[in-house]
């Protein structure tokens, strides 16, 4: 797996960044209802649910994945609903975009993918993670304010 489009800085309320998760299938078997899960951490701080938004394209529309806080991060779902079906050797790329809330936490951030796929173990299907991409580290800065018009006065 690879997210691409990540920059190195992001302003607190500002505006869309698309980025795009590549999913490749590097073994000799179908895989099947595979969940790409995008997580967002924070160093030394919690992030709230509210302090991203986040979107899938599929269909030809904008979706919005809902996420989900846990140990003070966050994850979101990606993808179609019933996950992704590749077969060997077949790669899938997803296009999403996301943007921070004004209130999001300024600071350093990371954030990366992981692919979940449920895997037979010992007479059981286990969800497991069958894929990660590197870390793409950013940084969030306040919004700097909109440059004021001055009126221009004749002399």
């Known amino acids: ?3 691409r ?8 309320g500002g505006r869309w960044s698309t980025l795009r998760l590549t999913v490749h299938n590097g073994t000799r078997t179908v895989c099947r209802r595979l969940r790409p899960v ?9 992030l709230r ?15 919005a994945v809902p ?4 140990l003070g991060e966050l ?11 590749l077969h060997s050797g077949q790669t899938t790329t997803l296009t999403l975009r996301m943007r921070l809330a004004r209130g999001a936490p300024h600071g350093e951030w990371l954030s990366l993918a992981v692919a979940y796929a449920p895997v037979p173990h010992q007479g059981t299907t286990v ?11 950013f940084r969030v800065v ?3 304010p909109a440059a004021r018009a001055t009126p221009f006065h004749s002399g």
């Open 38 to 46: 995008l997580v967002y951490g924070a160093r030394n701080r919690t």
């Open 75 to 85: 994850t979101g779902a990606v993808g179609p609903a019933a996950g992704l079906r």
């Open 142 to 144: 306040p919004k700097r």
């Open 5 to 12: 489009g990540v920059r190195s800085v992001y302003a607190a």
């Open 49 to 63: 649910v509210d302090a991203v938004r986040l979107e899938t394209r599929l269909g030809g529309h904008w979706r």
């Open 127 to 137: 969800i497991w993670p069958v894929g990660v991409t590197n870390p793409a580290y």
């Open 67 to 70: 996420l989900s806080a846990a």
């Open 1 to 3: 797996m690879t997210l």
